[in-house]
């Protein structure tokens, strides 16, 4: 199934891109961290990277969805790329965790 993206739908995740940003960089900075919000377009793992690099970053935090197999050869792999090329200590956390099903026991 395709979605066409239309300059509507663009700004729609724009802006709601922007806001879940602001409200995350906004949580951090109430726990006394440094944090700053930004939503560029482009190549992720560049982008962060390159940000990261400019500010002297000690730590990445990146989600991962944990793709495996045919998914993450076509789709590629952000955080894995960000855990090859940093130059900090990176920390990967697993999101979509509620969508697998639990290891067996015994």
Not at 3 to 21: K, M, N, Y
Request: proline share 2%; net charge positive; charged share 30%.
């Amino acid at each position: 199934h395709f979605v066409r993206q239309t300059p509507g739908t663009e700004r729609d995740i724009e802006a709601e891109s922007e806001l879940l940003v602001t409200r995350a960089a906004e949580k951090l900075r109430d726990a006394g961290i440094k944090a700053k919000g930004i939503v560029e377009k482009g190549n992720a793992k560049t982008i962060i990277l390159s940000h990261a690099k400019e500010w002297g970053a000690d730590l990445i935090v990146i989600g991962s969805y944990g793709l495996r197999g045919i998914k993450r050869v076509l789709m590629g792999s952000v955080s894995t790329g960000i855990l090859r090329d940093a130059k900090c200590s990176v920390q990967v956390v697993r999101l979509g965790f509620g969508k697998h099903k639990p290891a067996k026991k015994g």
